[in-house]
């Protein structure tokens, strides 16, 4: 049974950083794409970065620069550091896992974890 379990975030001001984590269990974590998402109440799920097997990433124009995407396989483990965040990036952010590649198309992820919560202040 496939779960990704994600965790991380929080309230922090503007300014701030957060690092998320998202731990995978049940297969070959190394094997699998990764990808971070992210959704406001109203707004469709859009992809913030995502990592392939390989390590080649992905960044939305919205956080390049501010945000990196990072796996430890040995762990299970994918992060997502964010720094210099800003009011518009909070929203509640999920992991996927996506058996075939690293791709921004949400649709095409395979399993979600349950989300968590990133609230950032002015």
């Known amino acids: 049974d496939v779960q990704l379990q994600a965790s991380g975030g929080g309230l922090v001001q503007a300014g701030g950083s957060l690092r998320l984590s998202c731990v995978a269990s049940?297969?070959?974590?190394?094997?699998?794409?990764i990808g971070w998402f992210r959704q406001v109440p109203g707004k469709v799920r859009e992809a913030v970065a995502c990592?392939?097997?390989?390590?080649?990433?992905y960044y939305d124009d919205s956080v390049k620069g501010r945000f990196t995407i990072s796996r430890d396989n040995a762990k299970n483990t994918v992060y997502l550091q964010m720094n210099n965040l800003k009011p518009e990036d909070t929203a509640i952010y999920y992991c996927?896992?996506?058996?075939?590649?690293?791709?921004?198309?949400?649709?095409?992820?395979?399993?979600w974890g349950q989300g968590t919560q990133v609230t950032v202040s002015a």
């Open positions: 990592i392939a097997k390989d390590g080649a990433t």
């Open positions: 996927g896992l996506d058996l075939f590649r690293a791709t921004e198309h949400e649709d095409e992820y395979d399993y």
């Open positions: 049940g297969l070959s974590f190394d094997d699998y794409a």
